[in-house]
């Protein structure tokens, strides 16, 4: 693959991922008060949060919690739902009614229940950047880490910039805190229980000590690692056709992976470019919120 060839392939695939179709309808299903969508920027820990979420809940109704083939199954996103011919508006396995989002507050069904959750933006980037050129059958060093970054804050994420992302989400916990659940992924990795007991009472739902047990091992890096039912075979088959992709394209890096999540990667890993280019989009946006850094950012959750 040529020089810029890598780059513009990700971006023509990655333009395909949703049909117009499917994006609207996840934006218009017949949302309930008592619904609960994971909304975060994507590699945020998304995959992780629903899973906490399913299993709290199914920890609380007395089922199996390991009865799905994909999370997917259980927790459909919203606006890949119609791609994949799930459904958005039936019952679901369990209460509340479940849903994966990457939206921001600007563009989510509204009349919900959110649970958000951030990260470290050098860290999502270094995560995203190992994931989505392989999730769109692009070889390994075809894509450099500046030409990622370049697409990236350019508008190649559906889900915008992580400042207005993360924003959005912060000024819609403050006009509702009641609805809004935001955590720091740095926060599930230091004390996993403490946020299972946060996520737990926002579902207005009580653990015995064993279903919390129960949660944690199911929620944890050991359980969910390398583990298919995580790997997200379900979206990637739906519209690996719609993309591009060729029909012997193998997707080979996992949404939770050996040596995946880890705190402080992106500083250690990015080059100096792209972190300098991450820390000018924070200081535009997140700067004039008065959020010098990540860390005062997590810091205001807790308030």
């Not at 994971?38 to 590699?43: E, M, S």
Request: hydrophobic share 40%; with cysteine; net charge negative.
């Amino acid at each position: 693959m040529g020089p810029g060839e890598g780059i513009e392939l990700m971006k023509a695939r990655n333009a395909r991922m949703h049909s117009a179709e499917s994006v609207a309808h996840g934006r218009q299903f017949n949302i309930r008060s008592d619904d609960i969508m994971c909304c975060t920027y994507p590699k945020c820990g998304t995959t992780w949060c629903t899973q906490i979420l399913h299993q709290i809940r199914c920890a609380h109704a007395g089922i199996d919690g390991e009865a799905f083939d994909e999370i997917t199954e259980v927790v459909p996103w919203d606006v890949l739902a119609l791609d994949c011919g799930l459904d958005l508006d039936g019952e679901q396995v369990a209460k509340p009614r479940l849903y994966k989002s990457h939206e921001s507050a600007t563009t989510v069904r509204r009349g919900g229940r959110y649970v958000v959750v951030v990260r470290d933006p050098t860290d999502v980037f270094n995560s995203f950047y190992e994931f989505l050129p392989a999730y769109l059958g692009i070889e390994r060093g075809a894509i450099t880490p500046e030409e990622f970054a370049d697409a990236i804050f350019a508008g190649a994420s559906h889900s915008g910039g992580f400042g207005e992302h993360y924003l959005s989400w912060f000024d819609a916990r403050a006009e509702n805190p009641e609805n809004v659940l935001m955590l720091a992924y740095e926060d599930m990795k230091s004390d996993l229980g403490a946020v299972v007991d946060r996520i737990a009472a926002f579902m207005r739902i009580e653990l015995d000590a064993a279903s919390r047990a129960l949660v944690l091992e199911r929620s944890s890096f050991a359980y969910m690692r390398n583990n298919p039912k995580f790997d997200d075979h379900l979206v990637r088959g739906k519209v690996a056709k719609q993309i591009g992709l060729p029909p012997d394209s193998n997707f080979t890096v996992g949404k939770v992976r050996d040596g995946g999540g880890v705190v402080g990667d992106g500083a250690r890993k990015q080059p100096l470019a792209v972190r300098e280019a991450i820390q000018a989009k924070w200081s535009a946006q997140m700067v004039p919120r008065g959020f010098a850094s990540y860390d005062d950012f997590r810091a205001a959750l807790h308030l």
